[in-house]
């Protein structure tokens, strides 16, 4: 409930001070919906992903599951997490009451299983997000440079992420040999070194069918892709220096990355800062304003969780606890 709480706290002092700094700028939502319909694309293209990466998650699931699983009902178990991760902020996630639902489509999969092809399915999804951006940064280097020498911080930074994201694909399709030398050097690194070489075993582990893993990365580059269309669409109409969208590639997905650390809700406030100071290294002043039009289309647009949420059987949200901690478990 304290880390809840200071959550709220945090968004509400940051978004309260980027207002009265003027950085803020709440009508352009007014004017995006009176001036254009690039909000309805946006929000349409938004749910037509959010039902596309339930397919990667199948993905996973099956390649341990044998039982049948109903592409609709995963539609909805997705939908509830995407509902749950923006309206219930803290320790019971949307991901966690998500797995209480989906341990009734194959009682058989074992929980740590489950908890793993969540944290995994996010994974391929930010793999697939950097991948994109290292490649869009190839591509537009000199034009960025051309726009802003500011840029000249930011692109090496997303040129390492980029070979990290190609060491992980390579990985994934390693030999025996060369996998134990990873788990092995893994358990050398300090802090993380134990849940690193957990990752990458399950990884491996799913990773065993190479075709579904294959093919949940494809589906990762085309949801990422649509992703910032949708920032882009919603944006564009506000945009001070004209910038086509593989540019966005080039800091964009830096900010999404940001935000997925769950410092506040949502990212509320703590997106709206971070996107201010990245598009003002294009030359754009109002960053948290143009943020600010994703952010409402996102939220907006995952309340639709509420409805399979309603219409699904009822589980008590305790149960949850069940998963806690499991993704540290050697079972």
Same mark, same amino acid.
């Given at each position: 409930?304290?880390?809840?709480?200071?959550?709220?706290?945090?968004?509400?002092?940051?978004?309260?001070?980027?207002?009265?700094?003027?950085?803020?700028?709440?009508?352009?939502?007014?004017?995006?919906?009176?001036?254009? !319909? !690039?909000?309805?694309?946006?929000?349409? *293209?938004?749910?037509? @992903?959010?039902?596309?990466?339930?397919?990667?998650?199948?993905?996973?699931?099956? /390649?341990?599951?044998?039982?049948?699983?109903?592409?609709?009902?995963?539609?909805? =178990? /997705?939908?509830?997490? @995407?509902?749950?991760?923006?309206?219930?902020?803290?320790?019971?996630?949307?991901?966690?009451?998500?797995?209480?639902?989906?341990?009734?489509?194959?009682?058989? =999969?074992?929980?740590?299983?489950?908890?793993?092809?969540?944290?995994?399915?996010?994974?391929?999804?930010?793999?697939?997000?950097?991948?994109?951006?290292?490649?869009?940064? *190839?591509?537009?280097?000199?034009?960025?440079?051309?726009?802003?020498?500011?840029?000249? /911080?930011?692109?090496?930074?997303?040129?390492?992420?980029?070979?990290?994201?190609?060491?992980?694909?390579?990985?994934?399709?390693?030999?025996?040999?060369?996998? $134990?030398?990873?788990?092995?050097?893994?358990?050398? +690194?300090?802090?993380?070194?134990?849940?690193?070489?957990?990752?990458?075993? @399950?990884?491996?582990?799913?990773?065993?069918?190479?075709?579904?893993?294959?093919?949940?990365?494809?589906?990762?580059?085309?949801? @990422?892709?649509?992703?910032?269309?949708?920032?882009?669409?919603?944006? $564009?109409?506000?945009?001070?220096?004209? +910038?086509?969208?593989?540019?966005?590639? /080039?800091?964009?997905?830096?900010? =999404?990355?940001?935000?997925?650390?769950?410092?506040?809700?949502?990212?509320?406030?703590?997106?709206?800062?971070?996107?201010?100071?990245?598009?003002?290294?294009?030359?754009?002043?109002?960053?948290?304003?143009?943020?600010?039009?994703?952010?409402?289309?996102?939220?907006?647009?995952?309340?639709?969780?509420?409805?399979?949420?309603?219409?699904?059987?009822?589980?008590?949200?305790?149960?949850?606890?069940?998963?806690?901690?499991?993704?540290?478990?050697?079972?």
């Amino acid at each position: 409930m304290l880390k809840t709480l200071a959550k709220f706290l945090i968004a509400a002092i940051l978004i309260g001070w980027l207002i009265n700094s003027g950085k803020l700028d709440l009508t352009l939502v007014k004017r995006l919906i009176s001036d254009s !319909n !690039n909000w309805i694309y946006a929000s349409l *293209l938004f749910i037509f @992903q959010v039902s596309l990466s339930s397919v990667r998650w199948r993905l996973i699931l099956k /390649t341990k599951s044998k039982e049948y699983l109903p592409y609709r009902k995963l539609i909805g =178990l /997705t939908w509830i997490g @995407q509902f749950f991760n923006t309206f219930l902020p803290g320790a019971v996630t949307g991901d966690l009451i998500k797995l209480v639902y989906a341990k009734d489509l194959d009682p058989k =999969l074992p929980k740590t299983f489950l908890v793993m092809s969540v944290f995994i399915d996010r994974i391929l999804g930010l793999v697939g997000l950097i991948f994109l951006t290292g490649i869009f940064t *190839l591509v537009n280097y000199q034009e960025m440079i051309a726009l802003s020498p500011k840029m000249k /911080t930011l692109l090496p930074f997303n040129a390492i992420l980029f070979l990290g994201s190609l060491v992980f694909l390579v990985s994934l399709f390693l030999p025996k040999k060369p996998r $134990e030398l990873i788990l092995f050097l893994c358990e050398k +690194v300090p802090v993380i070194g134990a849940k690193l070489k957990k990752t990458f075993e @399950q990884v491996w582990l799913i990773g065993k069918n190479k075709k579904s893993i294959i093919l949940a990365i494809l589906i990762s580059l085309v949801l @990422q892709y649509g992703n910032i269309w949708v920032f882009w669409l919603v944006t $564009e109409p506000f945009l001070e220096v004209s +910038v086509p969208i593989g540019q966005l590639f /080039t800091f964009i997905p830096i900010g =999404l990355i940001s935000i997925a650390v769950p410092i506040s809700p949502a990212g509320l406030g703590v997106g709206h800062l971070i996107f201010d100071e990245l598009f003002k290294l294009v030359n754009i002043k109002g960053g948290a304003s143009l943020f600010n039009l994703y952010f409402i289309i996102i939220v907006c647009s995952n309340l639709i969780g509420i409805f399979p949420y309603l219409f699904s059987k009822k589980h008590d949200l305790s149960e949850t606890s069940e998963f806690e901690g499991l993704e540290d478990s050697k079972d």
